[in-house]
């Protein structure tokens, strides 16, 4: 088996540490650092702004990236722009050109990000639309008859490819079928799926699909955000400035008629180069057998977890991502974690920005474990020691964080 943890400088300089946090934000291998900082030695400048050769270089690489990215969701590069995150890309997409009347409604599901819920909301509330639910199985996190919830005045369905609290992944490929149908606009985000489900929009067949680079190996401050060429041609940009303009007056300016137009300002190059060498790395590692290698990790945990009848197992999804979540009746999950934080364990706990979901569900707030390539089984061991421990300690002197704190 491969050692992959070994690709990672942060687990070389943090050896001690159990990292279970990878579904909020990977650790980067080395590769990846290795591509940004030969592109900032060797080629960095403003890109699109200039003729000299490192204004050149920078243009190329910034492109090159933007190819890249595109064809690891089976997109043509003219159709996908580079966002800050999968936040700044949804909040695009409540631009989109629809003449929505009052009373139109927008499709979301119990299982999104906050990311996926606050952009609706505002456009419900400035527009007098409705923002409809699908809800979701607390048995077994999957959606509950989804196609029931897209009606004659359905205009979006805006959902997530894979809950970040679960890790259960939506079968999109048939509601976004269904919905096209009914000249419904969908629009994916990826953020969870992109880094563990193989990605095709052409057969997806939805209108537009973002993820960011932080969840697949890459930096922060950079995202994908694909769009049909009929969504993003009518779709005005949300930020206006350099870099996206035809000719400008005082009164008035035209704007350029590619993707870019998405992109005003100087964008993140260096990050760009970093999310393609993310997706290089990452597809090694898949056909070495990286989705193997989680899923049995991800049930070897389910399974000692299992055993531990303090604990609530929320649903998860042998084909999801490598999540596991679970709530105690006895211990609070931020007591949990801190503990294991004191014993070099990095979970995360609370609501998960999915605060819906854990009300839909009535369930207080969870201790989440997301598994990366930076963790061994070995590490996963310790995990349950370590557990165990914040648990009997826990049982002996009483919480430490007031019950009803998220
Ligand atoms: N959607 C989901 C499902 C997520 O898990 C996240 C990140 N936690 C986001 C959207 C937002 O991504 P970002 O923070 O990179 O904008």
Redesign the pocket.
Same mark, same amino acid.
Do not use: M
């Given at each position: 088996m491969h050692n992959w943890q070994a690709d990672f400088p942060f687990h070389q300089h943090h050896p001690q540490l159990v990292y279970l946090d990878s579904?909020?934000t990977c650790q980067q291998p080395q590769v990846v650092l290795d591509a940004m900082q030969d592109y900032v030695i060797h080629q960095h400048a403003n890109a699109h702004r200039g003729a000299h050769g490192r204004a050149r270089a920078a243009t190329q690489a910034y492109e090159d990236a933007r190819t890249r990215v595109a064809a690891f969701i089976g997109a043509d590069a003219s159709n996908l722009a580079f966002t800050a995150?999968?936040? /700044?890309a949804?909040n695009q997409l409540t631009t989109a050109a629809i003449d929505w009347q009052a009373g139109d409604e927008i499709v979301i599901s119990a299982s999104?990000?906050h990311?996926?819920i606050l952009p609706w909301q505002r456009l419900a509330e400035r527009l007098a639309l409705t923002l409809r639910v699908i809800p979701v199985s607390s048995g077994t996190g999957q959606l509950i008859e989804p196609e029931q919830y897209l009606g004659p005045r359905t205009r979006v369905l805006a959902i997530?490819m894979?809950?970040?609290v679960t890790g259960v992944v939506n079968d999109l490929a048939s509601l976004c079928k269904a919905a096209r149908a009914k000249g419904i606009r969908t629009f994916i985000?990826a /953020?969870?799926a992109a880094a563990h489900v193989p990605i095709n929009v052409a057969e997806l067949g939805c209108d537009a699909l973002a993820f960011?680079a932080?969840?697949v190996y890459g930096p922060t401050g950079i995202?994908a955000l694909y769009m049909r060429p009929e969504l993003w041609q009518t779709m005005p940009p949300q930020n206006l400035g350099g870099g996206i303009v035809e000719t400008v007056t005082f009164t008035s300016s035209e704007l350029i008629s590619s993707i870019q137009k998405f992109e005003a300002g100087t964008p993140n190059v260096s990050a760009a180069v970093g999310f393609s060498a993310a997706l290089d790395w990452l597809q090694q590692t898949q056909q070495a057998g990286a989705g193997r290698y989680l899923r049995n990790l991800q049930q070897k945990l389910i399974a000692a977890l299992q055993q531990r009848p303090q604990l609530e197992l929320l649903p998860s999804d042998p084909n999801g991502t490598p999540i596991v979540s679970f709530y105690s009746q006895a211990f609070h999950c931020h007591d949990l974690a801190l503990l294991l934080a004191e014993q070099d364990i990095a979970v995360r706990a609370g609501h998960h920005?999915a605060q819906p979901l854990l009300q839909h569900w009535q369930i207080p707030g969870v201790v989440r474990l997301s598994l990366g390539l930076t963790v061994t089984e070995q590490q996963l061991t310790q995990t349950l020691v370590a557990l165990d421990k914040a648990m009997a300690l826990l049982a002996e002197t009483g919480p430490l964080t007031e019950s009803d704190e998220a």
């Open positions: 579904a909020a995150s999968t936040t /700044a949804l999104e990000h990311a996926n997530t894979a809950s970040n985000d /953020a969870q960011s932080h969840k995202a920005c």
